[in-house]
């Protein structure tokens, strides 16, 4: 069964160091996303992407997150300058059609820890 | 104003038998849908269920929704140990593109 790749599975940076997260949708998938969960809480929706630009994003996802899709099967997450409260489960997902409508497929996540 | 609140926050049961969440929303919703997550892993997409159906089966499990109440609940049967995870109910935000999450019933089944 097709699956969403994320690597790495878990990850550990100093603050204020910048740091990519990577993602490898399903191949004939249209839609991608970025979700986070902080430990013990709820998933949050980061940014959505279609058609090689933002659709749209939340209110966490300021100017020190950016997304990119640079090739035909990557897709990847991108904090510049990382901060304490930045560690977290981030997952990405990607769905053939506007995921809300017909749920997503999420990869395992990486676990990004910001020492 | 939250979206997606399940209960119980967490339930016990031994193997064998019924597990019954309980998933409530407060906007109108287009759809419902409930993922598990398995400690510390990704998450699974089990089952969507639309604002204009009640009730949908997977399997095990069967989703019954009811938009007068703004609730919606997933019952697995003949639970196995392989079913210990968290349970989230998700919705979509107005806008079309996000869901809205609840905190999840972490369900624990004991052999």
């Known amino acids: 069964e097709p699956e969403v790749t994320q690597t790495p599975s878990h990850q550990v940076t100093q603050m204020g160091q910048e740091v990519i997260l990577r993602c490898v949708p399903i191949s004939n998938h249209l839609y991608f996303y970025w979700y986070r969960q902080i430990l013990g809480q709820k998933v949050e929706f980061l940014v959505s992407f279609y058609n090689n630009e933002i659709s749209e994003k939340s209110e966490i996802f300021d100017d020190q997150f950016s997304v990119e899709r640079p090739d035909g099967s990557n897709f990847t997450l991108k904090i510049r300058s990382t901060k304490l409260e930045d560690s977290a489960m981030y997952f990405c997902?990607?769905?053939?059609?506007?995921?809300?409508?017909?749920?997503?497929?999420f990869g395992s996540g990486t676990r990004l820890t910001v020492v | 104003s939250q979206q997606g609140e399940e209960d119980p926050q967490a339930l016990s049961i031994q193997e064998g038998e019924n597990a019954t969440m309980n998933c409530s929303y407060k906007t109108s919703i287009n759809n419902l849908q409930w993922y598990r997550q398995n400690s510390g892993r990704g998450l699974v997409h089990l089952i969507l269920i639309r604002s204009n159906e009640r009730e949908k089966h997977s399997g095990r499990l069967r989703v019954t929704l009811d938009t007068s109440k703004k609730s919606s609940s997933l019952l697995i049967t003949a639970s196995r140990a392989a079913d210990t995870a968290s349970y989230f109910c998700?919705?979509?935000?107005?806008?079309?593109?996000?869901?809205?999450w609840g905190a999840g019933t972490k369900l624990i089944i004991k052999p």
């Open positions: 997902a990607s769905s053939e059609e506007q995921g809300v409508f017909y749920g997503y497929t």
């Open positions: 998700a919705t979509p935000r107005g806008s079309n593109y996000q869901l809205i």
